[in-house]
């Protein structure tokens, strides 16, 4: 039983089969992938916000330098995006990024340099809006970050996805234990008749 009573315990029947255990989520890691999922979205709204001031710099030829700088925004805003589906390759060559505090760091970043640079021009009002929301959507969820990383809810987190794979994993071997014993039987019971 892992604690919190969401766990039958296997048992076997008068039939010979046995009792699976159930498969419920832990509201901790829902939680948390919930959270995960809009800040990716928010990082997204950024990516293409950033895009839009970028292409719009180039093609008025306005200011270079802020094109470019748009550029370095869309980089960095597609790494917390990736960092946030927490896939292996840039957890493991970015390690600062398996922390929440070192992930909230990088949003809060990329949520400044969206926010930087605005063009107040009234044609331009709609894209400075866009900014503005795109970036302090990704400020908040940064400060989050930073404070639940300090708070050690990241390791928190960390401890409950192993604990997680490790339960998938025993129910997953007990399914190939049940397999291969009713493959035996079938293999006993020609020598039984």
Avoid: H
């Avoid at 370095?72 to 589906?85: Q, S």
């Avoid at 339960?167 to 397999?179: F, G, I, N, S």
């Amino acid at each position: 039983m892992d604690g919190n009573g969401d766990e039958e315990r296997v048992t076997s029947s008068s039939s010979g089969t046995l009792t699976r255990p159930r498969n419920r989520a832990d509201p901790f890691l829902v939680v948390c992938r919930c959270f995960s999922f809009i800040t990716a979205l928010t990082a997204v709204l950024c990516i293409a916000v950033n895009v839009l001031s970028a292409v719009r710099c180039f093609k008025n030829g306005s200011d270079i330098f802020d094109g470019i700088f748009r550029c370095y925004a869309v980089l960095i805003a597609c790494l917390v995006v990736l960092a946030e589906t927490e896939w292996g390759f840039i957890i493991k060559f970015w390690k600062v990024l398996e922390y929440w505090a070192g992930r909230g760091m990088l949003q809060i970043f990329v949520a400044v340099m969206t926010r930087a640079f605005p063009n107040y021009s009234s044609s331009q009002k709609d894209l400075v809006i866009l900014q503005n929301v795109a970036s302090y959507m990704l400020l908040a969820c940064g400060v989050v970050y930073v404070i639940a990383g300090v708070l050690c809810i990241g390791f928190l987190k960390r401890a409950r996805q192993k604990k997680e794979i490790s339960r998938a994993q025993a129910v997953k071997d007990l399914e190939e234990l049940e397999r291969r014993r009713e493959e035996l039987e079938q293999l006993l019971m020609p020598e039984r008749v």
